[in-house]
């Protein structure tokens, strides 16, 4: 299905965005009042004032923050937090810091998400065989979900979006059946019953972390929003909020009319479907579960390779199984998110017991959302500073009130806040390592070498290293280049060469930049190029350079035939090597306690990520690694005498 | 040349001649005669200066060797921008 299908408003693209963007937020209703009513008798006021509270979440939170406002602050079209913060990053320095938290906190909601939506499902099996065993199967299945990853989705992706409708439609239904039996379940509409059940139920406030639960995909829709297109996310949104909202009403009308006192372990979404549709609900609610978690895991395979670019996670393998732009998978992820995932489920066992840990992490997620959506209205949309305080405010406080009462999920999600606090650490470590090491790259002015550059090419003294040899650079000023790569060129074994090529790689704040330049600076001797590309691009230097040549040559810029005379006379191509330079930490360096400790973490990090030739997509060409070690002072004045021989010395020997 | 911010100015001005020995003026009033060898940027994003710290070569400490052997950093000393008072081209 072609790009433009999926961001025009058109019936294709709201398909689409029904199994994409929907399938965490639209399987809410397998949990959400079950969770509410939990072991409390079932009173008028409990079901009516948690479907109030459910109806003005979904709307506030949900239609208002995140379909109204936050979807305007696409990023080229790309949402989620790390293009908001790209978006904003350059107004604050600190902004990196709830960049960093929400994604921690996004990356393991991936860990409980897929768990919660399948044993939600897989446990109303236990309708029709009691003693089914729920926890295999939701192992397999979920294994099955992790293993299918690194197949992509292109082939079973176009089944998503009529099955997300075929579930719509079923909530629906299934509701609606309910409500004629008893309309008077609408008056929960009305904000009258939420704040009549926040002020005077029990520990109401307290109930707010299961009400959370009907609004905790809010976060992933922002992040898929890249995939779909605004309007088609605000069209299929009217559809699937009213599915939403009948499926809900239906489950408290059923909970008022069934009599019972105690809902007993019951799921009230499986007590309104029919029992000759049990099996049928069943089996569309487990692929509903499944699509939702496939979204999650995209979403957190794009969240690590948006980290990737921004220099906040280490270098991992990132491998693209379809030519679907976007569609991406990282093994490393994969199977850590399954650990975290099948950990979940032997260790909850049941979906009741995971609800009490589940959108803890959300919370934490929206808040820091809200932290950079303020700074996008501000200085991005120009907002005056009182009017932005005030819609601030607004969702500061309904989140602030909804992270208070998922604290008491703590107890149980202390492990959760672990992975959060692991993932924050590392991603500062990467990034401030990052900094410090950028702070010490040293430069040199490039013109003050280039007449020794040619010197060398020309110097038949010493034999040939290359006929194209190719440093990477990080020098944004083509005047500059480091003092590494000079060092490596004429001190370390000198290299001679007929043409020198720089490569220089910026990543740019839009997501799918792909441009270069070529500055010929000594006519066919030293070449610079320098690509910009987006922070949603696998910056694959080898792809691109060979692109870059191959379009030199087509416009006769460049003669690509061997310079070796034996070789030429049968048009031959010429030889191509990299040669990559890899800093290690020296142990003659003074860096203060916090950065070295910093430093060594992030050298120690290094190990378990992608070699730089990897990274940059070299492995398969002819490359040469130096190690350079990191030093910054110079070694101290080392007071060494030199002593005149003695002549009878001399003599007697 | 006061250099409070001058990183820029100084850098257009030393490499755009011939790179020969310049006077620096520390903040603490030592005085050092010598070139300036590599140099280290700052970032655009936070404002920054230019060059945030500089490579110099006290000119006792010339080996008649234009560029050194790596690793630079075993020659001459770093000097932070900000530690400069001021810079005079011979």
């Known amino acids: ?653 | 040349m006061k250099t409070a911010d001058f990183s820029k100015e100084i850098y257009e001005r030393y490499f755009g001649r011939s790179s020969g020995i310049v006077m620096v003026t520390l903040r603490d009033k030592t005085e050092l005669a010598g070139k300036f060898t590599g140099f280290f940027r700052g970032e655009n994003e936070f404002d920054e200066p230019y060059i945030v710290m500089w490579r110099f070569v006290d000119e006792k400490e010339f080996v008649e060797i234009d560029f050194l052997p790596y690793p630079n950093q075993e020659v001459g000393c770093i000097i932070k921008q900000k530690n400069i008072l001021a810079v005079r081209f011979k």
């Open chain 1, 1 to 653: 299905m072609s790009e433009s299908i999926h961001k025009k408003l058109s019936a294709a693209g709201v398909l689409v965005t029904l199994g994409i963007i929907f399938g965490d937020i639209g399987t809410s209703p397998l949990y959400v009042l079950k969770a509410i009513v939990g072991e409390r008798a079932i009173t008028e006021q409990l079901v009516f004032g948690g479907l109030s509270l459910v109806f003005w979440t979904l709307t506030l939170q949900t239609t208002f923050k995140y379909i109204w406002l936050t979807l305007q602050a696409d990023n080229h079209g790309e949402g989620g937090i790390f293009s908001l913060y790209t978006l904003v990053r350059r107004y604050k320095k600190w902004l990196y810091f709830p960049a960093f938290v929400g994604a921690g906190a996004l990356l393991a909601d991936g860990i409980i998400t897929p768990p919660i939506s399948v044993s939600s499902a897989i446990e109303g099996l236990k309708l029709v065989i009691p003693n089914i065993p729920v926890i295999p199967i939701v192992v397999i299945i979920i294994t099955g979900i992790f293993a299918f990853q690194r197949f992509g989705t292109k082939i079973v992706g176009g089944l998503f979006g009529p099955i997300m409708l075929v579930w719509f439609l079923m909530l629906a239904t299934l509701g609606f059946s309910q409500i004629t039996i008893f309309p008077s379940v609408l008056k929960a509409l009305s904000p009258h019953y939420a704040i009549d059940f926040l002020v005077h139920y029990p520990k109401g406030f307290w109930l707010l972390g299961a009400v959370f639960l009907a609004t905790t995909g809010a976060e992933a829709l922002y992040s898929d929003l890249g995939h779909c297109g605004r309007k088609n996310v605000r069209v299929s949104w009217t559809f699937v909020k009213i599915t939403l909202l009948l499926n809900y009403f239906g489950q408290g009308a059923w909970l008022i009319t069934s009599g019972k006192i105690f809902l007993g372990g019951l799921n009230p979404f499986y007590e309104i479907m029919p029992h000759w549709f049990l099996l049928s609900g069943i089996i569309i609610a487990t692929a509903a579960t499944i699509i939702a978690s496939q979204a999650l895991i995209s979403g957190s395979f794009t969240l690590i390779s948006e980290a990737v670019s921004l220099n906040f996670w280490p270098r991992v393998t990132i491998k693209f199984p379809t030519e679907v732009r976007g569609q991406l998978y990282v093994p490393s992820i994969n199977w850590l998110l399954w650990a975290g995932c099948i950990g979940v489920v032997l260790y909850f066992k049941e979906s009741s017991n995971m609800e009490a840990v589940y959108g803890f992490n959300i919370t934490i997620a929206m808040l820091m959302t809200t932290t950079l959506m303020g700074y996008y209205l501000r200085y991005v949309k120009k907002i005056p500073a009182l009017v932005v305080a005030g819609i601030i405010c607004i969702f500061l406080s309904v989140e602030f009130s909804f992270f208070i009462a998922n604290i008491i999920k703590l107890k149980e999600a202390w492990m959760f806040l672990l992975i959060v606090f692991g993932i924050i650490t590392t991603m500062y470590t990467w990034y401030r390592a990052r900094k410090i090491l950028n702070k010490l790259v040293e430069f040199l002015p490039l013109s003050e070498h280039l007449p020794a550059l040619v010197d060398l090419s020309n110097d038949k003294s010493i034999s040939k290293y290359a006929t194209h040899l190719i440093y990477l650079t990080s020098a944004d000023n083509p005047k500059h280049i480091e003092g590494r790569n000079i060092y490596s060129i004429f001190s370390r074994n000198p290299k001679r060469a007929d043409i020198y090529w720089l490569i220089h790689v910026d990543r740019t704040n839009e997501p799918y930049t792909m441009e270069y330049t070529v500055d010929e600076m000594i006519n066919d001797k030293v070449i610079r190029v320098d690509f910009k590309i987006g922070f949603r691009v696998q910056p694959r230097v080898n792809v691109l350079f060979r692109k870059v040549v191959e379009e030199m040559v087509t416009n006769k810029e460049l003669d690509i035939t061997s310079r070796y005379e034996s070789l030429s006379k049968y048009n031959l191509a010429a030889d191509f090597r990299f040669v990559i330079l890899e800093r290690f930490l020296s142990v003659e360096n003074e860096f203060s306690v916090r950065d070295g400790f910093i430093l060594k973490c992030y050298f120690f990090l290094k190990n378990f990520g992608q070699s730089d030739s990897k990274a940059f997509g070299l492995d398969t060409s002819d490359v040469t690694i130096e190690k350079i070690p990191l030093v910054i002072s110079p070694v101290a004045d080392i007071r060494l005498k030199r002593r005149e021989l003695k002549k009878e010395h001399h003599e007697n020997s």
